[in-house]
């Protein structure tokens, strides 16, 4: 019976390098999502989702990861 448990990051992790990123959002959007800003939403949410607490991000980095994907050219003039 446990060869049949799926792991929901797993499921994700391989729908996103098959580039199915539709796979990993709610089907309610209908397709009405930036791909760009759902990419990094997800990567974030695996990383979140790490089984290593210590490979996980503070609530700080988490917030400032959302505030780079929502504001990505703000992120950009930060960085030069």
Same mark, same amino acid.
């Given at each position: 019976?446990? +060869?049949?448990? /799926? /792991?929901?990051?797993? @499921?994700?992790?391989? #729908?996103?390098?098959? $580039? @199915?990123?539709?796979? =990993?959002? +709610?089907?309610? &959007? @209908? $397709?009405?999502? #930036? #791909? *760009?800003?759902?990419? !990094? /939403?997800? @990567?974030? $949410? &695996?990383? =979140?989702?790490?089984? /290593? !607490?210590?490979?996980? %991000?503070?609530? #700080?980095?988490?917030?400032?990861?959302? *505030? &780079?994907?929502? =504001? %990505?050219?703000? $992120?950009?003039?930060?960085?030069?």
């Amino acid at each position: 019976m446990e +060869d049949d448990v /799926v /792991v929901l990051c797993d @499921k994700v992790r391989s #729908a996103l390098d098959e $580039g @199915k990123v539709e796979q =990993c959002v +709610d089907e309610k &959007l @209908k $397709g009405n999502f #930036a #791909a *760009e800003e759902a990419i !990094p /939403v997800i @990567k974030l $949410g &695996l990383v =979140c989702a790490s089984q /290593v !607490p210590s490979n996980r %991000p503070d609530m #700080a980095e988490v917030v400032n990861i959302l *505030e &780079l994907v929502q =504001c %990505p050219s703000e $992120g950009q003039e930060e960085l030069h």
